[in-house]
């Protein structure tokens, strides 16, 4: 754990301004052990690509992924008030506690895929502010939101996913959408956790209020994030900026996660090069939201669950990619002839 180097939105965006790139010669080792494999060129497709991907982030051009994390933060939205979600605010804390139990789906998850499960409550009984009324958060919360993200990313991990929980964040997700890219409520609002059309068009109208209280939100994504957003999703952006300072690369989960980091892409063209979109949700405007950012899921399985599970369910090709990579003989130690 380390502290951010950052305590206002000023220092923020120093630490955006100034991101680690891959690593060149570990792209050309990868490449030319790609191009000696027991395979015929691109045989192994996508899986190809994945690992050329990690290997430049993690500076090695044979890397074994040893020590995955996927850190599942939690918070609660003011804007649930509106009507927003099918389910109320104390879901929040009680799936909490069944991550904490192991019994939701990314705890069978992670377990399957060998990686450590951290989950992180920001603060459940204050939730944020109702952004039809104004802010959601000040610039010390969401700052402060985004320094635990930071600091909940072990140094020591060579893959991080982030996940989610929080009653009322798809729409959260859907107005830090629609700000930053345009449209309205009615063009990024999903059903969330199942609400019928009444409650879709609620959901709509809500973000076109959120929208119209906060005109900052609309110029400036960090301030969308502030404005909008909520303390699980300014914590996401935070681990995922903490992960690329440290070269660590990231599987991104759905809606949320993604609507959540794409704020950094949009305040700084590239910040998400060290990430993979993991999956294409079943939340109707994630893929919308990819074509946005420039990321192509790895899985499409209809999950609309949150919690990182569609990220982690990637992490299992990830690590299979590496394994093909890092561990395939050469045509001349297989003593195969090539070609």
């Known amino acids: 754990m380390t502290t951010a180097p950052f305590t206002d939105l000023a220092g923020l ?3 955006l301004a100034d991101l ?3 690593d060149p010669q570990a792209v050309e080792a990868a490449q030319a052990r790609n191009a000696q494999l027991t395979k015929p060129p691109g045989a192994l497709g996508r899986l190809e690509d994945l690992a050329i991907w990690y290997a430049s982030w993690r500076g090695n051009g044979r890397p074994v992924m040893a020590a995955p994390q996927v850190i599942v933060f939690a918070g609660n939205h003011g804007v649930t008030a509106q009507g927003v979600s099918a389910f109320p605010a104390e879901v929040t804390g ?7 139990t192991g019994g939701a789906a990314i705890n069978q998850l992670a377990q399957t895929f060998g990686a450590a499960l951290d989950v992180v409550a920001l603060e459940l009984d204050r939730p944020t502010a109702d952004f039809t009324q104004g802010p959601a958060m000040t610039e010390a919360e ?5 320094c635990v993200g930071w600091q909940a990313v072990d140094l020591g991990s060579d893959l991080l996913v982030v996940g989610e929980m929080g009653i009322g964040n798809t729409t959260s997700a ?5 700000a930053t890219y345009g449209g309205g409520g009615a063009d990024w609002a999903g059903r969330g956790t199942g609400v019928d059309d009444a409650g879709l068009a609620r959901k709509a109208a809500v973000i076109d209020a959120g929208l119209a209280a906060n005109p900052i939100a609309l110029e400036d994504p960090l301030e969308a994030l502030r404005c909008l957003g909520g303390r699980e999703l300014a914590a996401m952006a935070g681990a995922v900026l903490a992960a690329r300072h440290r070269k660590i690369p990231v599987v991104l989960d759905g809606f949320i996660c993604t609507a959540a980091v794409a704020m950094l892409e949009a305040a700084v063209a ?3 090069d060290h990430c993979v979109a993991g999956h294409l949700s079943a939340e109707g405007a994630h893929a919308k939201l990819l074509e946005r950012i420039g990321k192509t899921p790895i899985l499409s399985l209809d999950l609309r669950l949150g919690e990182g599970s569609g990220a982690a369910l990637a992490l299992g090709v990830l690590q299979a990619a590496l394994a093909c990579h890092s561990g395939m003989a050469t045509f001349a130690e297989a003593g195969v002839a090539d070609g």
């Not at 009680?94 to 904490?100: P, T």
């Open 13 to 15: 965006r120093r630490a």
């Open 20 to 22: 680690p790139g891959p």
């Open 94 to 100: 009680q799936m909490v506690a069944n991550f904490k």
């Open 142 to 146: 969401v700052v402060e939101a985004m």
């Open 174 to 178: 859907a107005a830090l959408a629609a």
């Open 270 to 272: 590239g910040a998400l």
